[in-house]
C-alpha cells in the first residue's frame, strides 16, 4: 500500500481544450495518464488528484472523465483546482455522498492514509491576476478551509498529516504564507502541491525540505503524467 500524487490531469472527454500550446509534455497525455497508473498504481494504494481534474463545468459534462478516472486502479482522492467548475465549495458533502465508494472529496473534511490524516483544500497565491486586496481575501478564506481541515482530523485523534494544495504554498519571491505557517503550526509532514505547468513555473514555490515540512510539486506536466509516491 502506498500513497501516491498528481494534479492537473485537466482531462477533456467532453470538452475540446487542446494543452499542447503549453509544453510537448502534453501531447496524447490522456494516454500517459493510464499506462503510468497501469504501470505504478496497485489496487490497495491511494492516490491524489491534486486539483484540475476536468475541463468539463458541470458533473453531467465530467461524466466521462469521472469516469476514466474511475477506471484507472487505486483509491482517489480529490482536491478541489480552480478550474474544477462542477466543484461548488458548499457541494464538497453532495459530492462524496454521489461518488460515495468510488471517489473521495477533500475540503473542510479529512481523508485518511494509515495513521495519516491527508488534509487540505484549493489554496491561492498571487499571479498579477487580480489585486492584491482581492488575493488577501481569497487567502484568508483559503486558509480558513485548511485550518477547518487540520482540526477536523486532530479532534478525530490524529497527529501525523500530510497536506494537499492545488495552488503553490507561497507567491513567487515568498518563503512563507498563512499555508506554510499553518502547516507548521500542525507539524504537517508533507505539503504536496500542483498548478505550475511548463517548465519556467516550475520552481516557482517552494521544493525540498523548508522548515522540517517536504514540499513537491505534482502538476501533471512536472511528472510528465507519473504520479509522484508520497510515502509507503
Known amino acids: 500500500m502506498a500513497l501516491w500524487a498528481i494534479g492537473d490531469l485537466h482531462l477533456t472527454f467532453a470538452v475540446n481544450k487542446p494543452m499542447t500550446d503549453i509544453g510537448p509534455e502534453w501531447k496524447h497525455h490522456v ?33 466521462p472523465d469521472f469516469d476514466f478516472l474511475e ?17 461548488d465549495a458548499k457541494k464538497t458533502e453532495r459530492l462524496n455522498e454521489h461518488f460515495r465508494g468510488r471517489l473521495e472529496f477533500l475540503q473542510n473534511n479529512f481523508c485518511t492514509y494509515g495513521d495519516y490524516a491527508l488534509v487540505g483544500t484549493k489554496g491561492y497565491c498571487f499571479e498579477n491576476k487580480d489585486s492584491w486586496e482581492h488575493h488577501l481575501k481569497i487567502v484568508e478564506r483559503e486558509a480558513e478551509r485548511l485550518r477547518v481541515s487540520f482540526e477536523s482530523a486532530k479532534q478525530a485523534g490524529y497527529n501525523k498529516f500530510i497536506c494537499f494544495l492545488h495552488y503553490p504554498p507561497t507567491t513567487i ?6 499555508f506554510t505557517q499553518i502547516a507548521e503550526e500542525y507539524g504537517a509532514e508533507q505539503l504536496v ?3 505550475c505547468h511548463g517548465w519556467r513555473r516550475w520552481n516557482d514555490s517552494l521544493l525540498g525540505t523548508h522548515r522540517n515540512i517536504k514540499y513537491s510539486l505534482v502538476s501533471g506536466d512536472s511528472l510528465n503524467f507519473k504520479p509522484k509516491k508520497i510515502t509507503d
Open 31 to 63: 494516454k500517459k495518464i493510464q499506462k503510468n497508473f497501469e504501470k505504478k498504481i496497485r489496487p490497495d494504494d491511494t492516490v491524489v488528484i491534486v486539483g484540475d481534474l476536468s475541463w468539463g463545468r458541470n458533473l453531467e459534462q465530467c461524466k
Open 71 to 87: 477506471s484507472l486502479p487505486g483509491r482517489k482522492i480529490l482536491v478541489r483546482g480552480n478550474h474544477d467548475m462542477y466543484w
Open 173 to 178: 519571491g515568498y518563503l512563507e504564507s498563512p
Open 193 to 195: 502541491y500542483a498548478h
